[in-house]
T-cell receptor
Framework: KNEVEQSPQNLTAQEGEFITINCSYSVGISALHWLQQHPGGGIVSLFMLSSGKKKHGRLIATINIQEKHSSLHITASHPRDSAVYICAVGSGNKLVFGAGTILRVKS | DVKVTQSSRYLVKRTGEKVFLECVQDMDHENMFWYRQDPGLGLRLIYFSYDVKMKEKGDIPEGYSVSREKKERFSLILESASTNQTSMYLC????????????FGPGTRLTVL
């Protein structure tokens, strides 16, 4: 079993839909990260969480430390949100990554 | 803005060749990382370095070595490239706490024929 599990692996949505991507982890962590990777490879950090909830524009990330679970929500999705979304947990001085969720938003 | 650059976006090499991938960061970060990314497997850590001339093996170091002679530069070396090393290679850097935000380069897509 992987230490970081994401679901779903693939997600297709219509423009305007509310999207949720889930991440569960099995190791002790100091922080959880949500990353975005657009076609072409570049990865950018969206959020770093150690508790509670963070919001940036249409993106919301939550974490439940007791349940070892985090969610990334996208409100009013847009085709430009199409990307791979990656959950990563900080364990020791390294990050452990989930396999990623491929999101496609159709107009 | 932090900038992490990688020497090539695309690279095609032949089996048995020695391959050098270079990564440079401009934010004076102590930590630097090399990952490979394969479909369905996510990013896997090959090696990381927490200081000049210091290195530590990651999860999949076999077939790879690294060099960090200067703080801003971290090189990944494939001593004798094999077809199973065809992959996307990503470099990242971060400040010393390690679990802080990592800044990624654009990636090098390596094909070994």
């Amino acid at each position: 079993k992987n230490e970081v599990e994401q679901s779903p692996q693939n997600l297709t949505a219509q423009e305007g839909e509310f999207i949720t991507i889930n991440c569960s982890y099995s190791v002790g962590i100091s922080a959880l990260h949500w990353l975005q990777q657009h076609p072409g490879g570049g990865i950018v950090s969206l959020f770093m969480l150690s508790s509670g909830k963070k919001k940036h524009g249409r993106l919301i990330a939550t974490i439940n430390i007791q349940e070892k679970h985090s969610s990334l929500h996208i409100t009013a999705s847009h085709p430009r949100d199409s990307a791979v979304y990656i959950c990563a947990v900080g364990s020791g001085n390294k990050l452990v990554f989930g396999a990623g969720t491929i999101l496609r938003v159709k107009s | 803005d932090v900038k992490v650059t990688q020497s090539s976006r695309y690279l095609v090499k032949r089996t048995g060749e020695k391959v050098f991938l270079e990564c440079v960061q401009d934010m004076d970060h102590e930590n630097m990382f090399w990952y490979r990314q394969d479909p369905g497997l996510g990013l896997r850590l090959i090696y990381f370095s927490y200081d000049v001339k210091m290195k530590e093996k990651g999860d999949i170091p076999e077939g790879y070595s690294v060099s960090r002679e200067k703080k801003e530069r971290f090189s990944l070396i494939l001593e004798s490239a094999s077809t199973n090393q065809t992959s996307m290679y990503l470099c990242a850097s971060s400040v010393p706490t390690g679990t802080d935000t990592q800044y990624f380069g654009p990636g090098t897509r390596l094909t070994v024929l």
